[in-house]
């Protein structure tokens, strides 16, 4: 175990990460049922955001059905780390650097693209701060032990 380090000391910042990441990856998750709405359904969704009419062009088509099979892929790859903290940790730290940069990178894209202020808001800056939460939790997890390359017996 660790010596106490506040708020992320392990167990505890161990086992709120994994909850992080669990409630991340499942909230990902989510976006595999997208693709498999009917155009309608996707264009009334478009309009009740606030969006306006959803384009009819193939590429609008496509990204609306792609995209969120890359945001599920993510979830799954973030349930897959949350299952060893210690082993997958250099990635865990990875994921979490890279979620600061692409909230910081929605934030700019949003706000060019004149999302309503409640998706800008709520996307970049939330990404970008589950980021910083992870990277912080992770701060209680320990380093594996590093290898001397002698061959195990």
């Known amino acids: 175990m660790l010596p106490s380090d506040g708020p992320s000391s392990a167990p ?4 709120w990460l994994r909850r992080l990441l669990w409630f991340q990856g499942n909230l990902d998750l ?17 309009a009740g955001l606030g969006l306006g009419e959803f384009p ?4 609008a088509e496509y990204l609306a059905r792609n995209l969120p099979l890359l ?3 993510h979830g799954m790859m973030l349930w897959g780390v949350a299952t060893d903290l210690v082993r997958y940790r250099p990635l865990i730290a990875l994921l979490g650097w890279s979620a600061i940069a692409h909230g910081a990178w929605l934030l700019l ?10 998706w800008v808001a709520g ?19 320990p380093r594996m032990p590093q290898s001397t390359g002698m061959p195990r017996q």
């Open 12 to 15: 505890g910042a161990a086992r």
């Open 30 to 46: 989510l976006a595999v049922l997208v693709p498999l709405l009917p155009n309608e359904t996707i264009a009334r969704l478009h």
């Open 56 to 59: 009819q062009s193939p590429i």
């Open 71 to 73: 945001v599920a892929l």
């Open 109 to 118: 894209i949003d706000w060019q693209a004149g999302l309503p202020a409640w």
């Open 123 to 141: 996307e970049g800056p939330v990404r970008a701060l589950l980021g910083v939460a992870t990277l912080w939790l992770l701060r209680g997890v």
